[in-house]
């Protein structure tokens, strides 16, 4: 259980997280690059709309059978997966726990420290989940990125509950 980090204090549902499982998640971002890029929100009926017409377009291309390439892809996203650092956004499950209208900030406590960040700033909070393929066991279950990556190279680790407060 000690990969397990609860969501408490000021919400409506209480959440627990589960970072083993984040892996198979496709809202997972790439750690390495994430705060190298410029982040564009982008509307998600329009991402999905691309996707669509991108394979359409491809099977109307190349037939509907699966060519080798298809094969090859699967095997490099197999292996980014293996081998990635990989953080996954605090957002989704904080507005899923439906913070309270009075709730001020978000609580991240670790085994050494409290780091309090106002609302704003946690919503836009990464989470790290692994590092090289493999799950933050010495210093995690989780490492804790401000959305603007300013520090990325030294996190805040050892979490081992959030609250709202």
Do not use: C
């Amino acid at each position: 259980m000690e990969s397990i980090i609860m969501v408490t204090g000021k919400i409506k549902y209480q959440i627990t997280l589960d970072p083993g499982v984040w892996i198979f998640d496709d809202r997972k971002v790439d750690l390495t690059n994430y705060f190298d890029q410029k982040v564009e929100k982008e509307d998600e009926l329009e991402e999905y709309t691309k996707a669509v017409s991108k394979h359409w377009e491809r099977e109307i291309r190349e037939g509907a059978i699966y060519p080798p390439t298809l094969k090859t892809e699967r095997t490099y996203e197999r292996q980014r997966i293996l081998n990635g650092t990989f953080g996954i956004p605090l957002r989704p499950f904080l507005e899923n726990a439906e913070m309270s209208e009075d709730a001020k900030a978000v609580k991240f406590i670790s085994k050494d420290s409290v780091e309090t960040l106002p609302i704003s700033e946690a919503l836009e909070v990464i989470a790290g989940f692994s590092l090289n393929g493999k799950p933050l066991t010495e210093d995690g279950p989780i490492h804790v990125y401000y959305g603007n990556g300013s520090n990325v190279l030294n996190p805040i680790k050892h979490i081992t509950k959030i609250e709202v407060v």
